[in-house]
């Protein structure tokens, strides 16, 4: 977020000094450039910030979508403050809410050490009770 708060300014600087069309639309392009070199970037973070959580990695993408391209040219000034609120409220809850700290179907979490068992082997049964007890579920399962 701190760089794409970087890429607002640089943005804001550059608009200080135009003077022409051809200039306008060649800070637009620049930013432009800028902010999908940061699209990538901030798209894996938030995916694997919202696995860490617990949830899907698209609504990571769809923060990254609103973050970056949503919130750069949104018109109305008010509209842009309450935005920009937004965006940074999200950002720290982000940043504030605790991972899980079990294996999840995404994987482990970012400081487990390596002797705990993972995702996969939480859900295989471990002994020859609950072996039976899981096929005859998936018998009465088949028969439906």
């Known amino acids: ?11 804001d600087l550059f608009l200080d ?3 022409s069309l051809p200039a ?3 800070t637009r392009v620049i930013i432009w450039i800028l902010l999908a ?14 696995h860490d959580i617990g949830f899907n990695a698209w609504a990571g ?3 990254s979508v609103i973050m970056i391209f949503i919130n750069t040219y ?10 920009e609120l ?4 999200i950002g720290f809850l982000f940043w504030v809410l605790p991972g ?6 995404y994987g482990n979490p970012p400081f487990m050490p390596v002797n705990r068992p993972t995702y996969e082997s939480m859900q295989q049964p471990k002994t020859e009770t609950e072996r039976e007890i899981r096929k005859a579920v998936r018998k009465r399962r088949k028969k439906r």
């Open 1 to 11: 977020m701190i760089l794409f708060h970087i890429v607002h300014y640089i943005d």
């Open 17 to 19: 000094f135009v003077v």
């Open 24 to 26: 306008y639309w060649f």
């Open 37 to 50: 070199a940061l699209f990538p970037l901030s798209c894996i973070l938030f995916g694997r910030r919202i």
């Open 61 to 63: 993408i769809l923060w």
């Open 74 to 83: 949104s018109a109305v000034s008010p509209f842009n403050y309450l935005l």
């Open 86 to 89: 937004f965006i940074w409220l």
């Open 100 to 105: 899980q700290p079990e294996p999840n179907q």
